[in-house]
């Protein structure tokens, strides 16, 4: 029943969809995992980014990730005000800040989908575009072409995130904030300035993220629940901040997901990322790649 | 003295309490009041439950709803293979329920704060996903239950579930204030101001944190258990709703979780606040009103309404204390 052409094909599917899942888990991995910041709310923030391109592609036939990129600067502003939001109301206040900051987020990612289900109702919405609907065929092996152009544009997106980290001075500083913020502080340099402007990025790649996720299937207001799993365990298995990390713990949890599916079916797809994320935080929460 | 005087007032409370409530099942005739009533009272079991580990304790546990589903799915399990009643429903629901408390408990070991609160969540998923395949108990697509004859005084089974309810709410709050008072709820205290501190200091902390991961799980299944009655139908998508876990997350920290009569009152208001709204609104703004005041209370009123009320009489919390 389970042939070699069949784990190929997962492999390969997996891998592609890996990729996809590191676009939608990187800017976690930069606000929890550099910043801190229990943003159980990121699964709400893209979700909502699926439907504000949804919006511009069904009232002005935009194309998805063109509008994605158009809400790009919207979604960056609207970091800040809400990293500053946070700041004030917990980190500021110290004692007792990851408690409430966890129920702040929750409460937050629950408005956000009512307000979806309000202006949108419940049903699943899609966008279309040229290259939706098409594939490709290599052999026997079909691979969509909306999963073809996720995997290009995922993994030039965390690339690009992952240089700006790396290269770009104020990449640099981000990473210095998340190692020893007070040496950052005598150093002369403002911390909450520096993360303000990290969770504003992190905020921001969402709108690209959020093209992807409704190209690569129909959204629904409660998706976001699915992909609490889906970026949380990518961003632990990763280890905290870690880029390439998660680039490569979010292909293993691609090709993990396609394999348990072709051989269990579509029942068990929304416990796998959740189990593993389980297992990681109970054997290795440092993460597979983590500092 | 003064304790012990709280003590007989509380108990007296209790005990007219329940007899308000048989009285009112005896003379009320119409189902309504009790069919909407029994969520609010299942709603202060679970926040009571909730706020002994996430209030006493510090651990935010947003797996509330793996609990609750898991007392649902007992109870049909059992209704199912043995045709067992009430009692026993609630009975081993709240045995299963320490288990996984245990389970949760064992969590504590490794994670705190956040990673602490997402492994809930991921539990919770997993269970669910887990029932949703087991085919013997209506899979996806959810089962019929068909309800027992009513047991006398009671006219109709809802009255009944209401009365049961009402008595777990009563066991749940004198667990919840017995635990305060006790040595149990200041070493919780202890350890949630400072885990590393309280354990040098010789507090049991992995003893009291599996104390009242156990405690707060069997209170939880159990409420969940005569929710299979009460719908006539169970389905892993509502057994398991996270709705669960972000509305008493809400009830008890709109309430306050320093003191047990915190999450009542949380409970109290919301689920009527949330009754009133789905009847003459609709359930979607229901969870909005939901999360606004959660959000609300978490920014502008950190101690919830227990704080309020506190920080406005200071001085005669000051003699009280």
């Not at chain 2, 409530?21 to 926040?47: K, M, R």
């Not at chain 2, 064992?106 to 991921?122: D, K, V």
Request: hydrophobic content about 60%; aromatic content about 10%.
């Amino acid at each position: 029943m389970f042939s070699l052409d069949l784990l190929l094909d997962a492999v390969v599917i997996g891998v592609l969809l890996g990729c996809f899942y590191a676009a939608v888990s990187i800017g976690l991995s930069v606000s929890f995992g550099l910043l801190d910041v229990p943003h159980v709310a990121h699964p709400a923030f893209l979700v909502m980014a699926s439907y504000a391109v949804f919006f511009l592609n069904d009232r002005y036939d935009i194309d998805p990730l063109l509008a994605g990129l158009l809400i790009t600067p919207l979604l960056f502003v609207f970091g800040l005000v809400a990293y500053r939001l946070y700041y004030e109301t917990f980190e500021r206040r110290g004692s007792d800040a990851a408690v409430r900051g966890i129920a702040f987020f929750f409460g937050v990612a629950f408005i956000i989908e009512v307000l979806i289900i309000l202006q949108f109702g419940v049903d699943q919405r899609s966008v279309t575009a040229s290259y939706i609907g098409q594939s490709f065929r290599i052999g026997d092996m079909r691979i969509p072409f909306r999963l073809l152009v996720a995997f290009a544009v995922a993994t030039a997106l965390t690339i690009l995130l992952a240089l700006y980290l790396s290269r770009t001075f104020m990449g640099r500083a981000i990473r210095a904030v998340a190692q020893d913020e007070e040496a950052v502080r005598l150093m002369g340099a403002n911390p909450v300035r520096i993360k303000q402007w990290a969770f504003g990025i992190a905020t921001a790649v969402l709108g690209i993220a959020g093209a992807l996720l409704i190209i690569v299937a129909p959204v629904d207001p409660t998706l976001d629940r699915a992909y609490i799993g889906r970026t949380f365990c990518v961003v632990v298995m990763a280890g905290l901040g870690s880029m390439a990390g998660t680039l490569l713990a979010a292909i293993i949890l691609g090709v993990a997901e396609t394999i348990v599916l072709t051989l269990f079916g579509a029942s068990w797809a929304p416990a796998i990322s959740f189990a593993m994320l389980l297992g990681v935080l109970a054997v290795r929460p440092q993460g597979l790649f983590g500092r | 003295m003064t304790k012990q005087r709280g003590s007989t007032a509380f108990w007296i409370g209790a005990v007219a309490f329940l007899l308000a409530v048989l009285l009112a099942t005896q003379l009320i005739g119409n189902e309504y009041p009790f069919f909407a009533g029994y969520v609010i009272l299942q709603f202060i079991v679970l926040s009571v439950a909730w706020s002994i580990l996430g209030g006493y304790a510090g651990y935010v546990n947003f797996g509330t709803s793996a609990f609750f589903g898991v007392g649902v799915y007992t109870a049909v399990f059992l209704v199912k293979a043995t045709g067992a009643p009430l009692a026993v429903q609630i009975g081993v629901a709240a045995i299963v329920g320490a288990l996984l408390g245990f389970a949760v408990g064992l969590l504590t070991l490794r994670m705190q704060g956040i990673f602490f609160s997402i492994a809930t969540i991921a539990l919770t998923i997993v269970i669910e996903t887990s029932v949703t395949n087991w085919r013997y108990l209506g899979g996806a697509a959810g089962i019929q239950l068909q309800r027992p004859q009513v047991l006398p005084p009671f006219h109709s089974y809802v009255q009944m579930l209401f009365f049961v309810q009402a008595l777990l709410v009563v066991l749940a709050v004198a667990i919840a204030r017995y635990i305060q008072g006790s040595w149990i709820g200041r070493g919780l205290q202890a350890l949630k101001d400072d885990e590393l501190a309280a354990e040098c200091t010789g507090v049991p902390t992995l003893r009291l944190k599996l104390l009242a991961c156990v405690i707060s799980g069997a209170l939880m299944c159990a409420a969940g258990a005569p929710a299979a009655m009460y719908l006539q139908y169970a389905d892993p998508g509502s057994a398991f709703n996270l709705n669960y876990s972000v509305s008493v997350l809400a009830m008890a920290l709109i309430g306050g979780t320093a003191h047990w009569a915190g999450p009542v009152i949380g409970a109290v208001l919301l689920g009527v606040t949330q009754q009133l709204l789905a009847v003459t609104i609709s359930s979607e703004v229901n969870v909005l009103v939901l999360g606004i005041m959660l959000v609300l209370f978490v920014v502008g009123a950190p101690e919830g309404l227990i704080g309020l009320i506190a920080r406005l009489r200071p001085k005669r919390a000051e003699i009280g204390a």
